[in-house]
């Protein structure tokens, strides 16, 4: 790991183990030379850049060298309205009205570690042997805009983390209107790209399509980063797949609206950016005062998806993820959602609890409506206090049940809404994020508190405060079930209305920084409808999130599956529920159903005492098995077999450092009649090891598993599942 500095040449050449990143300044011009595999810093690495005079409609900025013309020079940081008319990274309107900067290199830094930012999660280091940093500093004279381009290049990771920060050097005050976190320019179109998207209870499917003339965009609107699109894209090259091919990963570390794009323009180069949502985006900048952008961790790979997803997952579970529970096993947990509903009492809840002991369970989570008057959802959000009706003995009392049997307790809550039928919406109606004297639309009967105001986040830590100081809750459940619409603040200018979705966003980050500091036992658990906020910015400071809101296996396998693309297995929440399931009816066996959810952070959703002695066995086994595996499947590497979204197939494995250890999922959807014989063949095995399958004491060499396979199993039926355990054996 390294960066280097060619004064002569004026080339910035960032260096991992396996990868070279390189800047060159152009004329003062921040121009991209080269991403992709490492090249070595000894060689000739002049004339990176492609440098042809172009017809008069690629005008020249630079008088004197026709040859350069930003309208097709690759760019780090491209700017609007100097001649380049591609999607620009920034835009700012000045104090006369005009939109036009041009910020050009004034100067740079090179520091061990990197630092880290005001205000916002980031992927982050334990030393500064870990990491090196550059900081690119832009300046344009006439206006004294600055920006610093912060590029951070990790010692044990093909990843960069880059953001930009902006200050108002100058005597006016500035309007930024788009502030992205990251561009590149790619010399060619020969590219797919692949985003995740969805809608609630169906998330990050996978998409991947051609690039061609034009523009391909994801983006949010909603105030969240969204069921719809996730804040990540790649770029691939056509043959690529799982093991081999580039892959060129973008991925957000920030929780609310945002864009990304790749441009193809004219001359079949590709433009890729995302950052903060420049839609209904404007922030102002008095003179001394700057703004960080949230952080973009870009990641490249030349094996294929999976090497670009395995360093996702290894760099967010230890260098993004943090905490005590960062590196401990994640409990077993049972959730009374939907066993109950809201109709329970602190019986019900110690009957299930008890189930839960005895089949070895080691979290019971009480979900919504323990609160206020909360017997269904119409009412009481905002009203933190036990609902005495349901819980004579209040919370402590219930918790106290819950810990005699075994098990740790749990609390679900949702601190970022207000329901209009609240004491606190009618003692503070302007604390929600409204337009005055226009409609409050609500969403399933609440309105959003408005978490840029300083006073309602004080409110909230106070309220949860109190309850998880005289409770002894190890586990929090945070909710957040509807998106924002209305998006004003009483408490700011009518100048600055269009900062509120932002500043609420910073907010929350705020308050979470406070409470998981205030209560560092506690595991926090990000939930939006399930998946609506599943992304970067959430897991810095909640390690794992609920998935999704759909607990039906056969569903869960192109959840899981997608959100794998970037996530690591230990950030998602994975559990068993009743059938036929509640979000789609569909019937499928216990044991499909726990092979799936264990397949991630392992739980139940279901009323423990309905169930058949039949069942409860099983269920033993099952938690008996995840403890044995638990630190393998959250730890270990994923390795994707077989793809939900190609065929009827779906298959993944979880293989340790060492690679002494796995364990293998298989899962067919519908029969076939008839159907053909097939194997599956095993990755990320030692080929030199033997390993024992634990089921059927067979002693299998490496490479035979993963170049001839297993056999997939034959027997009909819809919804199959089978797994196979491997441990490598002494020869």
């Known amino acids: 790991m390294a960066i280097f500095y060619n004064e002569q040449e004026q080339l910035f050449h960032l260096q991992s183990q396996d990868m070279s990143y390189m800047i060159q300044l152009v004329k003062g011009y921040p121009a991209h030379a080269y991403w992709g595999k490492r090249l070595d810093e000894r060689g000739n690495l002049s004339n990176l850049l492609m440098r042809v005079e172009r017809c008069s409609f690629s005008p020249n900025p630079v008088a004197e060298d026709r ?7 690759p760019q780090e940081y491209p700017q609007y309205g100097t001649s380049d008319f591609r999607n620009p990274a920034y835009h700012v309107q000045l104090a006369d009205g005009s939109r036009i900067t041009e910020l050009k290199y004034s100067g740079h830094r090179i520091t061990a570690g990197k630092p880290p930012l005001e205000g916002l999660p980031a992927v982050y280091v334990e030393s500064d042997k870990e990491a090196q940093t550059l900081e690119l500093e832009l300046a344009d004279p006439y206006s004294g805009l600055k920006a610093v381009l912060s590029y951070t290049i990790f010692e ?63 983006e949010s609107r909603r105030g969240a980063s969204s069921h719809q699109h996730n804040p990540f894209m790649a770029l691939l090259r056509p043959a ?25 323009d004219q001359f079949d180069t590709t433009r890729v950016s995302i950052g903060l949502n420049p839609f209904d985006f404007a922030w102002e900048l008095s003179s001394g005062e700057a703004f960080q952008t949230p952080e973009a961790v870009l990641v490249y790979s030349d094996e294929g998806l999976g ?43 110690e009957a299930i609890a008890s189930e839960g002991s005895e089949l070895g369970i080691e979290l019971f989570v009480l979900d919504d409506g323990w609160f206020g008057k909360r017997d269904d959802d119409t009412t009481s959000l905002g009203d933190w206090t036990v609902d005495r009706a349901k819980l004579p003995g209040g919370l402590e009392d219930l918790a106290q049940r819950v810990n005699r049997l075994g098990l740790q307790f749990g609390l679900w809550v949702e601190p970022e809404m207000v329901s209009p039928e609240s004491v606190l919406y009618q003692t503070h109606p302007d604390w929600c994020l409204h337009v005055p004297g226009r409609r409050r639309t609500e969403a399933r009967s609440q309105l959003v508190l408005d978490y840029s105001r300083a006073d309602v986040r004080d409110y909230i830590f106070e309220a949860l405060s109190s309850i998880l100081k005289q409770v002894p809750v190890a586990y929090v459940k945070w909710d957040m079930n509807r998106n924002m619409t209305e998006i004003g603040s009483a408490a700011l200018a009518a100048d600055r209305q269009m900062e509120i979705a932002h500043r609420y966003i910073l907010g929350l980050y705020e308050l979470l920084e406070r409470l998981t500091a205030a209560f560092p036992h506690i595991l926090f658990e990000s939930c939006s409808g399930g998946g609506g906020r599943f992304d970067p910015g959430m897991l810095y400071y909640m390690p794992q999130t609920w998935t999704s809101d759909d607990t039906d296996a056969v569903e869960r ?33 216990l044991t499909t159903r726990g092979d799936v959810a264990m397949s991630g952070n392992f739980g139940y959703e279901l009323d423990l005492t309905k169930l058949a002695q039949e069942e409860k066995d099983m269920i033993k086994r099952q938690v008996a098995e995840y403890k044995e595996i638990r630190s393998l499947v959250q730890n270990g590497d994923l390795f994707r077999l077989k793809s939900p979204f190609l065929g009827n197939e779906t298959a993944w494995m979880f293989v340790s450092e060492d690679r002494k250890e796995a364990v293998v999922y298989y899962f067919r959807v519908l029969a076939e009649p008839n159907a053909p014989l ?11 090891y033997t390993y024992l399958q634990q089921t059927t004491g067979e002693a299998v060499r490496g490479d035979r598993l993963m170049h001839v396979g297993l056999h997939a199993p034959t027997e009909t039926g819809d919804f199959i599942s089978f797994s196979v355990r491997l441990r490598a054996i002494e020869e």
Request: proline share 3%; net charge positive.
């Open 67 to 73: 040859s350069i013309s930003l309208d097709t020079l």
């Open 307 to 349: 090497g670009m997803s395995r360093t996702y997952h290894r760099l967010y579970r230890k260098r993004l993820c943090r905490g005590v529970h960062r590196d401990k096993e994640r409990p077993i947990l049972v959730n009374n959602w939907e066993a109950t509903y809201f109709d329970f009492d602190a019986e019900k809840i």
């Open 156 to 218: 044990q990771f093909n990843a960069i983390a880059r953001s930009v920060r902006f200050i108002n050097e100058g005597g006016q005050p500035l309007k930024l209107l788009r502030g992205l976190s990251a561009s590149v320019d790619f010399a060619d179109s020969d590219y797919e790209c692949l985003h995740l998207s969805g809608a609630w209870t169906r998330e990050r499917h996978i998409q991947r399509r051609e690039l061609g003339p034009g523009c391909i965009s994801i």
């Open 678 to 688: 097939r194997r599956l063949k095993l990755k990320g095995l030692n080929p030199e």
């Open 240 to 264: 690529t797949n799982e093991e081999q091919g580039e892959v060129y990963g973008f991925s957000l570390v920030y929780s609310g609206n945002f864009a990304a794009a790749a441009e193809v």
């Open 557 to 589: 396998l192109k959840i899981q599956y997608g959100t794998s693309i970037v996530y690591p297995v230990s950030s998602m929440g994975a559990h068993v529920s009743a059938v036929p399931n509640h979000q789609v009816g569909r019937i499928t066996s």
